[in-house]
Each structure stands twice: as C-alpha cells, then as structure tokens.
Nanobody
Framework: QVQLVESGGGLVQAGGSLRLACAAS????????VGWFRQAPGKEREFVAA????????SYTDSVKGRFTISRDNAKNTVYLQMNSLNPEDTDVYYC???????????????WGQGTQVTVSS
C-alpha cells in the first residue's frame, strides 16, 4: 500500500512560484513512478509531470515544460514540483499519484493523494 500526502499549495500572483511536495510511504519506491496531475472543477484530470524513482527520468506535459520541474529526494521519500512563471491558467487542485513503473509515465496511476489547491491571481 502506498500513501501520498501533498503540501505546498496556496495563493500566488501571476509570475510567481510555488513548490509542491508529495511525501510518500512505501516499503521501497525503486519500482515506482510518481507523478503530478491537476484538475479544475468540471474538467478532466490532466497529467502535469512524472518521475521514475529509479534513474530519475522525467516527463512533462507541453504546457509546463520550461516552467515546472519535478524532482525527488530519496532520503525523504518526497517528490517535489517546482512551479515557476505561474499564470492563472495553472489554477487547479494538484494531485500526487504513484504507480509501479509499467507503461507510459503519463497515465494509469494507482495511488492518489488528497490534493492541494493552487490559485494564481492575475
């Protein structure tokens, strides 16, 4: 069983930055990928970024490339999403997710956190 707890959301002005954190618990994450998704009310959940725990390879959706960076801290079992140059279109609830590393990095995640709100004001 994998448990995920997000933190770091909040209110920021356009152009600002936030760092989200996802604290993960599992026996070992060597065979897992951890990702971030976001969802606005009435819309489908959207893939944002993901990282393979072993090796650290990453994947991003096009709209955040160059602005967001996903990283992990092995000692803390924590994945971070550094979000820079935020704009109002980034306003969403952001969810951390995990899965065993099978298939593409941007889908089919099995474990989910409770979500954290990110609001970007114009």
């Amino acid at each position: 069983q994998v448990q995920l707890v997000e933190s770091g959301g909040g209110l920021v002005q356009a152009g600002g930055s936030l760092r989200l954190a996802c604290a993960a618990s599992a026996r070992t994450f060597n065979n897992y990928a951890v990702g971030w998704f976001r969802q606005a009310p009435g819309k489908e959940r959207e893939f944002v970024a993901a990282i393979r725990w072993s090796g650290g390879s990453t994947s991003y959706t096009d709209s955040v490339k160059g602005r967001f960076t996903i990283s992990r801290d092995n000692a803390k079992n924590t994945v971070y999403l550094q979000m820079n140059s935020l704009n109002p279109e980034d306003t969403d609830v952001y969810y951390c997710a995990a899965k065993l590393v099978t298939g593409p990095l941007n889908s089919d995640f099995d474990y989910w956190g409770q979500g954290t709100q990110v609001t970007v004001s114009s």
